[in-house]
């Protein structure tokens, strides 16, 4: 299966709870941001170019705590910028998990394999690895020579020490497929239990040009979707339609909102409005209706996932759903 069961099971019951609840916007993963400090300067990052004024802050544990509590979502991705440098983060993982949640964990993996020790191995628990292509490419984007072998030694200690590991991987205007397709080669050979694949955001504070328009990303797309069988995806294969093109979908900006040192981010991972001290007022606040319907004209050339796979498990029924749970078993 490419989730654990259960994370299926956890998704599944809180989904019908809140169905049954009767509510129609609500979260399915928070986005934890404990700290935006980070020991990479990579080309295409929005958070250490928008928040550069406060990279020094970070979340309290009980902020953290209470952020987890306050979305309610049975996934918790923790990230940053660099959330190994978080000063409680081992604590905060352990104790998210004793609350039953699922985790996330987002990380450049320059500190993974020094700081496996203070994880312990869980169904609920994966590593997200960021790999933005081969070495060549991906040491280029984060300005840092060696970095992808060290990355690529942590995924490998990771799996050694048995935890399970998936990584992420951002495509931009000059990333070759043929560059991708031999690196998701490279890391289905290290054993990784899953590869995220999305376009990047066209962030206001970083260089324009790095990013794809919707067109570029659909003629990029159309051939990375048809990998699924021979490298081990797990970005949802109608997402992936999407991106090819071949399906129409609304954001859904409230599924996966943002806590970080400034507060709740609204209106949603990608762009910043303002901020909210607590959930109930970004959900209260933000006009919803405005971002989903792709008004804005931030959102003109977005396709990224954290909009848009939420949107698929809001409207997932009939053929799709058998789709996708054939997809999620066999495929």
């Known amino acids: 299966m490419r989730f654990p069961i259960s994370l299926y099971a956890s998704m599944t019951k809180y989904l019908i709870g809140r169905k049954l609840l009767g509510h129609d916007q609500f979260p399915l993963v928070l986005m934890l941001e404990p700290t935006h400090r980070c020991n990479l300067t990579c080309a295409g990052c929005g958070r250490i170019r928008e928040y550069h004024e406060t990279l020094t802050n970070e979340m309290s544990y009980d902020e953290c705590l209470r952020a987890v509590e306050e979305a309610g979502s049975p996934v918790v991705t ?3 910028g660099e959330p190994l440098l978080y000063s409680r983060v081992d604590e905060l993982a352990r104790e998210i998990l004793a609350r039953g949640k699922h985790i996330y964990f987002c990380t450049n993996g320059m500190l993974l394999e020094e700081s496996l020790g203070r994880f312990s ?9 960021h790999f933005d292509g081969t070495e060549p490419v991906h040491d280029a984007i984060i300005g840092r020579p060696g970095g992808f072998q060290k ?18 991987t951002t495509v931009y205007r000059e990333t070759s497929v043929p560059d991708l397709e031999s690196l998701f080669g490279q890391l289905s050979a290290a054993g990784v239990d899953g590869i995220l694949v999305a376009p990047g955001f066209s962030y206001e504070d970083v260089i324009r040009n790095v990013f794809l328009t919707r067109s570029e990303i659909m003629k990029k797309f159309k051939e990375i ?6 490298f081990p995806i797990i970005s949802n294969p109608l997402y992936l339609e999407f ?10 900006p409230w599924g996966n909102p943002t806590r970080n040192p400034s507060g709740w981010k609204s ?4 762009i910043t409005d303002t901020h909210y001290p607590t959930f109930a007022e970004l959900m209260a606040k933000t006009d919803w209706e405005h971002y989903a319907s792709g008004a804005d004209p931030r959102c ?8 848009f796979e939420p949107t698929i498990v809001r409207q997932l029924g009939g053929w799709d759903l058998v789709r996708m749970i054939w997809w999620n078993v066999y495929a």
């Open 151 to 168: 990355a690529l030694a942590g995924v490998r200690a990771a799996k050694a020490a048995g935890f399970r590991v998936s990584t992420n």
């Open 243 to 252: 991106l090819a093109g071949d399906r129409a979908l609304k954001c859904t």
């Open 225 to 230: 979707r048809t990998w699924g069988k021979r």
């Open 78 to 80: 923790i990230t940053g």
């Open 300 to 307: 003109e050339q977005c396709m990224v996932h954290c909009g």
């Open 267 to 270: 209106p949603c991972y990608l």
């Open 121 to 129: 191995p869980s169904s609920h628990f994966t590593w997200n690895v």
